[in-house]
T-cell receptor, first 114, second 115 residues
Framework: EAQVTQNPRYLITVTGKKLTVTCSQNMNHEYMSWYRQDPGLGLRQIYYSMNVEVTDKGDVPEGYKVSRKEKRNFPLILESPSPNQTSLYFC?????????????FGPGTRLTVT | AQKVTQAQTEISVVEKEDVTLDCVYETRDTTYYLFWYKQPPSGELVFLIRRNSFDEQNEISGRYSWNFQKSTSSFNFTITASQVVDSAVYFCALSSGGSNYKLTFGKGTLLTVNP
């Protein structure tokens, strides 16, 4: 089954404790992206990657890191999480960088930072 | 910069009513794509439709229809004969090369369909 998977689905952590949210897709997609969803703000892009070893900042990259060492994986790293990073996170992928392709979303990771 | 506005924060209807969700967008690009996504209470994001800027034909898919009008920069979504299962947050989104193909989302419209 073609899908985007994220782990963990739920995470409660404390301020300053490094964490990684994994994202993997099995569709051989070139383009991958991370979004965060907050009440009243909709979804906002954090980082994106057009292909392996090519990543760039989205609208709200502060406090986050990403890497794209393999085509299928695009982990989101929070080096020192803070309470304002409490949010619902979505990973997404699409076939290529062309705007013609819709993005497929993972199931979401709900992160709480206390 | 591109922007998507969904002016309706919440809409509540009774089952079988028709409902239209509004979406207005802004972009400087001449080539762009518009999307609608559905987010049911379970939380996942479900792709509904994609429309490119050169195709202004309206589209119908079952009870769903979309009205794209470049003259008013709008891409409205109508659900005919709404059902309780249509209850969800609906997001309109815009993507263009000028913004590195990211999806710029509106803030969403919460649709509640009451039995």
């Amino acid at each position: 089954e073609a899908q985007v998977t994220q782990n963990p689905r739920y995470l409660i952590t404390v301020t300053g404790k490094k964490l990684t949210v994994t994202c993997s897709q099995n569709m051989n997609h070139e383009y991958m992206s991370w979004y965060r969803q907050d009440p009243g703000l909709g979804l906002r892009q954090i980082y994106y990657s057009m292909n392996v070893e090519v990543t760039d900042k989205g609208d709200v990259p502060e406090g986050y890191k990403v890497s794209r060492k393999e085509k299928r994986n695009f982990p989101l790293i929070l080096e020192s999480p803070s309470p304002n990073q409490t949010s619902l996170y979505f990973c997404a992928s699409s076939l290529a960088i062309s705007v013609a392709y819709e993005q497929y979303f993972g199931p979401g990771t709900r992160l709480t930072v206390t | 910069a591109q922007k998507v506005t969904q002016a309706q924060t919440e809409i509540s209807v009774v089952e079988k009513e028709d409902v239209t969700l509004d979406c207005v967008y802004e972009t400087r690009d001449t080539t762009y794509y518009l999307f609608w996504y559905k987010q049911p209470p379970s939380g996942e994001l479900v792709f509904l439709i994609r429309r490119n800027s050169f195709d202004e034909q309206n589209e119908i898919s079952g009870r769903y229809s979309w009205n794209f009008q470049k003259s008013t920069s709008s891409f409205n979504f109508t659900i005919t004969a709404s059902q309780v299962v249509d209850s969800a947050v609906y997001f309109c989104a815009l993507s263009s090369g000028g913004s590195n193909y990211k999806l710029t989302f509106g803030k969403g419209t919460l649709l509640t369909v009451n039995p």
